[in-house]
């Protein structure tokens, strides 16, 4: 997934790697539940997500690089496996680009499990991005 925003990347990222300004952008509930190493919202930061009520899972950040990068994986209470989320932040002319990727697998070996968890991710997160790209303009 590709989004441009008409702001620099201190902008976006500041939003982008804050775990509750996340849910706020998502329309989802997320809290911080455990504090990274040298920026809250850093390596080893854990977030508890709870899109429905009752189907919470946990996120950990396990790459951060400000104003760049953010990686995470979902370590509690998800039906996927071998997930990673990678946001990548770079800046041209005053414009944010952001590559944002998911991959994982499903748990269970269900015919498209996998491509409908994917193609209902990628609709939520982009609504949400292009959402706060609008604000930007």
Do not use: C, W
Request: cysteine-free; overall charge positive.
């Amino acid at each position: 997934m590709n989004v441009e925003f008409n702001a620099p990347v201190e902008t976006v990222f500041a939003t982008l790697s804050d775990h509750e300004a996340m849910g706020q952008v998502l329309n989802a509930k997320v809290k911080r539940i455990k504090d990274g190493q040298g920026s809250v919202n850093g390596i080893g930061s854990v977030r508890r997500i709870t899109p429905v009520p009752m189907a919470d899972f946990e996120e950990t950040v396990t790459a951060f690089e400000p104003n760049k990068l953010v990686e995470y994986t979902i370590t509690k209470g998800s039906p996927l496996k071998n997930h990673l989320g990678r946001m990548v932040f770079s800046e041209s002319n005053g414009k944010t680009q952001l590559h944002y990727t998911i991959q994982f697998e499903p748990k269970l070996p269900i015919p498209l499990s996998g491509l409908i968890v994917k193609t209902a991710l990628e609709k939520v997160i982009l609504g949400g991005l292009h959402k706060l790209a609008r604000t930007y303009k």
